[in-house]
């Protein structure tokens, strides 16, 4: 289901645990993660611990809305073999260029696999997940509740995947920095999160000045340099939207299936038909 | 007048939203004479009159069921003011009859503002209002340059509506996105509140600021380096005015800050526009829910919701703030085609620093560098140069996914790719990425210089230039043209067969003959169904239309080419570098010596008769179009005598009457034997019969544009050989009755003289052509569709090259500046104009000569000395002009003086090329007159200097004069004051309004210039009444060598000792130099 990951590897990731559930787990457990019901999860050290609100169920003998307690474990790479991979993937631009763009590179699976290795999850055996809830059937709708939401953090944070196959970002830092392409990427990643910038008005405020004495009518009237003599024609411009092309599509912000450069592209090209100009 | 004025006034308090509105208001100068409240602007226009105005003459309309005087509301704007009075515009003290002072102090107003709002149809519910300046300003603008109404432009409307056009080609290219804007609100009471942190991310984006309270707006923004550097230029050119407006009376006196208001008004427009964009409802759906949808109906987020939204559109901007930024160094593309058509092309990876492009290495050779030399390089190109480096090239892929391919490696070099590829990559991929802010290099092939392109290529041939007939050197006086097509690629004929085989070649990009090209197989096609059916034909074309052909946009199919060695090539290579003009020797007859570039016109002017074109000589003021006209017909006169021919039929000269007399007494001067003869005035031949015997017996008439008109009838009776018109900017009205006769005369010649660029003025343009080559530019509805719309309003290149591709080969255009006039010009050119007494003035010289003649015989000594000079001052006034001999208050009107008109008509020309220009008079009254006029009338910027200026101000004026940024101004000053010490060297025209007897005072005054520092050629222009003392004042000088040691001291007093009756003779008037 694309709803919760717009990504390829999000995708990826998702399909690993549609494989081997039910559509009916499935489904229950994306209304779970759609409608707040997990409560809170978190990702520590490639173990995700998460709280799930669970229904009143009395068949199961629940009269009251249960929180369920679900760990999700993946297989972690051995530190050996992902100094290994790391160096394969530093030694390919495409790679780190797409790393760089915050993006997990399509071909990066075929780096993996010279090492007998896959990075995402492709079938049970690549993780293992626990819930307190009395369903026998294991993933059950909480687990794949905080899976598919966990598909969608990997959209924004891609690295997230390594951390959860057990290289911590310390350690992915470390391993980065023995390549000179490496480097680059590790730059990158340690660029802080900005806090946001407040702004005091919603437009640049025009600030005024005291009106001096001592200045000549040419001074007011006219101004320091005279207007150019001709004026530029206005620019063809065959394709929209190229300054923001260069980022991608499906901004993290953009909360949408559709495609945010092809909504973009016809917004410019209705702005310069029909707007006021 | 009215001065429109304009400019954006925010809104006041300081909310957190503070928006603004752009205002136009009107200042006139025809204040309504009824009482005002104390604080209201005396010269705007009120409410009623102001929408008046702005709904009649300008054809504004109300956004709203509300009519214009409802909008209109009172604003506020500081003001420079003396005595409790606003002191005019500058624009609007051009026609006033108020002298500005020097200081003044500011003081608030209040005005009459109407907001330029205007309807926009949004969605099917209705309507909104946006800010319609931006289209408003260009129609403003239109209308003004037009001078389509008694209105114009003030310079603060003027800046605002370059700086709109400059904001509106960065909206053209996509440069803004959508923005949020976070507030931090006061701190929150101390309860948790519940929707805090309902899932935790994960460890590392955690962070303290969940807790303050907020707020986030969306809207948008503007990004890149062109509007940084956009409104950093602009401030420069953003008058004060434009940051005095304000939505209340402030309390204190102050101004906007201009850079900040700049910003301001950028912003607000901005998210208008794009939030005022009708869309449609399917846009509308694709964008639901997502924060696009909130910045195109900005309201509030709920409080405190959606920071994590907000960081990652805060992320996502950053980075493409800092991919804009500058990068010290350009990534470039190199596509080189492979030396044979099957291999693969390579596209190559290069880098070079922006400061120095030259440096540009490609990756290849970087990543094989030692180690040393890589550290060198890379000092050029930037901190974390590779990593910077692979940044780009991964964004690059994004624009072009072939270049992932490329990047397999951790020393990417470039990729390879088939012929369809590069196709693609040229015609579509090239050009994104380089508005992408990289470069890209492609073949030279390509390049439009370089492009080859499939045509039919029209293959002409002069008619009747046989190879036998070689006395004549042109073609026939039918001016037909034989042509037949031919199919070629670039500059090679292509047969038919060949011709199919590349219509039916698999790939649009082929090598023919060894070289790469586009090919358009469906236009070729095309081309060859065309080519086959005029095959058949044997067609002619008439010169006028062949000339219209080969002036065709360069996109069309068909190209017109003639054989290198036809006729029809040379002139076209001729008409088209007149450069390679042979210059004529002086005619045998002609009385002086032409400059070179003079006697390239004559030819020009000949090989266009011959030819049967029309042509304007278009030179600039002083370079002797006169003398090129005079040249002409003393050069065709020996050539005609040559063949026996000695009855070469009138030459019909209209001229402005202000030169009829200098014509007669140049063509007098430089061709005696030519008859000339001037049709004007009281006791002309008024009936037809005696007209025409007069013309018989003169090889040019002259008469003057009233009298072309008024006399139509017995101009059209006579054949004549050719028509001539000086100054043919005065037909620039088509409907004018005036141009209306003299269209209708009747010659195989017709000549333009102007000296103003007439092809910036279209309409001008339109009617002159319409005389020299009828229908050449079509309809004037037909050019103003194709041309002057196009051009004048929407600023299209495209149309403009055509035209200037049909309109180049008629006009022979040699301006100061050029390289190759200059050589042939001395640095100071001296020219006399002769101009005739008006009636007023003859009677007024006839008066003063009869006066003195009596006096004469009764006095002696130092009494006649007195006389003299006396009498010599007044004569001198009259020629300038009857009020200084009056010393009334009548009125100063170019009427009654034809020196004043003729000043008025090479003022106007000087200050229409932006040229400043000096005026000298001996007299300080006429000095104070002109000043006036020039100001007033005729609105130009003016300095006087005089004996009783101040030095403080003398030394402000002269600044101020010299400023390249100053308006191209008159400087008008008495020869006393201003003749010795200044530099004025902006000037590049020297006028001299009256005679001095010296030349060396006149000389060292025209030096004030010419001095160091002046890089222009100087043009002196002497004034000098036909017929009067001021005539014989000039020969005197002329003739000096005869009266040598006559001339020695700065004055006049050695004019004394002439005896009666020598003296009588110098203040005499002819009397056939009157013109009325």
Known sequence: MSQFSRTWWGQKFIHAIEKITDAGRLSRGRSYARGNKVKSFEIQQGCITAQVRGSINPYFGVHKEPLYHITIEFQPISAAKWSAAIALIASKASLISRLLLNEIPDNIEASFKQLNLTLLPGSTKDFSASCSCPDWSNPCKHIAGVYYLVAAELDNDPFLLFELRGLSREKLQQELSKSPLGQALSAELQLEKQPPAAVTSYHTPPETLPASTGISMRDFWHSAKRLPQTMEPLPNVLVSGIPIKKQGDFPAFWNRGNSFLEVMETLYQQVKAKGKL | ?1076
């Open chain 2, 1 to 1076: 007048m009215h001065i429109l004025h304009g400019t954006w006034i925010p809104q006041s308090g300081d909310a957190f939203i503070r928006s603004g509105m752009f205002y136009l208001w009107v200042e006139t100068s025809e204040p309504a004479r009824s009482r005002h409240p104390k604080q209201h602007h005396p010269r705007q226009l009120p409410i009623e009159d102001l929408a008046a105005l702005l709904s009649n003459d300008l054809g504004i309309k109300p956004p709203d069921y509300r009519t214009l005087e409802d909008l209109i509301e009172p604003r506020y704007f500081v003001l420079p003011t003396i005595d409790n009075e606003p002191l005019p515009s500058l624009e609007l003290s051009r026609y006033l009859e108020q002298e500005l002072p020097e200081s003044f102090e500011f003081q608030c107003w209040q005005v009459d503002c109407y907001p330029t709002l205007t309807s926009i149809k949004t969605g099917s519910y209705g309507t909104e209002q946006v800010n319609g300046i931006v289209p408003l300003l260009n129609d403003l603008h239109f209308i003004a340059l037009h001078n389509l109404t008694d209105v114009q432009l003030g310079a603060d409307l003027l800046f605002w509506f370059h700086f709109t056009q400059a904001l509106k080609r960065i909206v053209f290219k996509d440069q803004y996105i959508p923005a949020l804007k976070y507030q931090k609100l006061a701190p929150p009471k101390s309860t948790n509140s519940k929707e805090n942190s309902k899932r935790k991310k994960t460890s590392t984006s955690s962070s303290g600021s969940s807790a303050d309270k907020f707020q986030v707006y969306p809207g948008w923004e503007f990004i890149g380096e062109e509007y940084k550097n956009t409104l950093q230029q602009y401030v420069d050119y953003m008058p004060l005015v434009c940051a005095a407006g304000f939505a209340e009376p402030p309390k204190t006196l102050e101004f906007y800050d201009r850079p900040s208001l700049l910003r301001h008004f950028s912003e607000c427009w901005l998210t208008d526009i794009v939030t005022h964009t009708p869309i449609t409802q399917a846009i509308k759906k694709s964008m639901d829910g997502s924060i696009l949808d909130g910045c195109l109906h900005p309201s509030p987020w709920p409080q405190s919701a959606g920071l994590e939204q907000y960081q990652q559109w805060q992320a996502w901007r950053d980075r493409i703030i800092r991919t804009q930024t500058d990068q010290p160094f350009h990534l470039y593309f190199h596509l080189q085609d492979p030396p044979k058509p099957s291999d693969a092309w390579q596209l190559q990876f290069q880098v070079a620093p922006k400061h120095d492009p030259s440096l540009r290495v490609s990756l290849d050779d970087y990543w094989r560098m030692r180690p040393q030399q890589k550290e060198q390089v890379k000092q050029q190109l930037g901190e974390a140069f590779e990593q910077n480096l692979l940044m780009n090239l991964g964004y690059a892929a994004r624009m072009y996914p072939s270049l992932w391919r490329g990047l397999d490696t951790d020393q990417p070099i470039g990729i390879t790719m088939q012929l369809d590829a590069a196709f693609t990559f040229l015609k579509e991929s090239a050009w994104v990425l380089e508005n992408a802010g990289y470069k890209v290099i492609v073949p030279a092939w390509w390049t439009p210089k370089g492009r080859q392109r499939a045509k039919v290529r029209l293959k002409a041939r002069g008619k009747s230039l046989g190879g036998n007939d070689k006395s004549k050197s042109y073609f026939s006086f039918e001016n037909l043209v034989e042509y037949q097509y031919e199919l070629a690629i670039g500059n090679n004929n292509v047969t038919e067969q060949e011709w199919n085989q590349l219509v039916n070649a698999k790939t649009p990009l082929v090598q023919f003959r060894g070289q790469w090209m586009e090919l358009d197989q469906d236009k070729m096609q095309q081309m060859l169904e065309f080519w086959k059916t005029q095959q058949q034909e044997n067609p002619e074309l008439s010169l006028l239309d062949f000339m219209k052909l080969t002036a065709g946009s360069e996109d069309d199919a068909l190209e017109v080419e003639c054989d290198r060695q036809d006729a029809l090539a040379d002139m076209l290579a001729k008409l088209s570098n007149k450069q390679q003009f042979q210059p004529v020797d002086d005619p045998a007859t002609f009385q002086g010596t032409l400059r070179e570039y003079q006697k390239r016109g004559v030819s020009w002017l000949q090989y266009l008769e011959e030819l049967g074109l029309n042509g304007c000589l278009a030179d600039d003021m002083g370079l002797g179009k006169t003398v090129q006209v005079i040249a002409r017909l003393v050069q065709e006169r020996e050539l005609a005598q040559q063949q026996h021919n000695n009855n070469l039929p009138p030459t019909l000269l209209i001229a402005p009457t202000s030169v009829v007399g200098n014509w007669f007494h140049e063509i007098h001067k430089f061709a005696p034997h030519i008859t000339a003869t001037v049709h004007h005035g009281s006791d002309r031949a008024k009936d037809s019969k005696p007209f025409k015997q007069a013309c018989l017996k003169h090889d040019i008439i002259i008469t003057s544009f009233a009298l072309a008109r008024k006399d139509a009838k017995l101009f059209n009776s006579i054949q004549w050989h050719r028509i001539v018109l000086d100054e043919a900017q005065n037909i620039k009205n088509p409907k004018a009755a005036l141009t209306k006769s003299i269209l209708k005369l009747s010659a195989p010649h017709r000549l333009a003289l102007t000296g103003t660029p007439i092809e910036n003025r279209l309409l001008d343009l339109w009617s002159i052509f319409n005389f020299l080559n009828p229908g050449y530019l079509g309809t004037q509805t037909q050019f103003r569709r194709s041309f002057e719309l196009p051009i004048q309003k929407n600023n299209d290149r495209r149309q403009s090259t055509t035209l200037r591709k049909l309109v180049e080969p008629f006009i022979l255009r040699r301006v100061k500046t050029d390289q190759s006039i200059i050589k042939d010009l001395p640095d100071k050119v001296e020219q006399k104009l002769f101009c005739n007494l008006t009636k007023e003035q003859a009677s007024l010289y006839e008066a003063v000569v009869k006066d003195v003649e009596e006096k004469l015989q009764a006095v002696e000594g130092i009494q006649r000395k007195g006389l003299i000079l006396s009498t010599l001052t007044k004569l001198k006034q009259v020629c300038n002009h009857p009020r200084q001999f009056l010393q009334d208050d009548s009125d100063f009107t170019p009427e009654r003086s034809h020196k004043l008109t003729r000043l008025t008509e090479m003022v106007e020309e000087a200050m229409d090329k932006g040229e400043s220009l000096l005026v000298f008079t001996q007299f300080t009254e006429l000095g104070a007159a002109l000043e006036k006029y020039l100001r007033q009338t005729c609105h130009y910027n003016t300095y006087y200097l005089h004996g009783g200026t101040s030095r403080k101000k003398r030394e402000t004026m002269i600044t101020e004069f010299q400023d390249p940024e100053t308006d191209p101004s008159v400087f008008v000053l008495s020869l006393k004051a201003g003749g010795v010490g200044i530099t004025l060297t902006k000037a590049n025209h020297v006028f001299h309004f009256d005679r001095w007897w010296n030349p060396s005072v006149e000389g060292q005054a025209t030096d004030r210039a010419f001095r160091i520092g002046q890089k222009k050629n100087v043009f002196v222009h002497k004034f000098v009444a036909i017929g009067t003392l001021e005539e014989r004042i000039d020969q005197m000088i002329e003739d000096k060598k005869k009266l040598a040691g006559s001339i020695v001291g700065s004055d006049e007093s050695w004019l004394t000792e002439l005896d009666n009756d020598a003296f009588r003779q110098l203040i005499s008037l002819n009397k056939t130099a009157i013109m009325e």
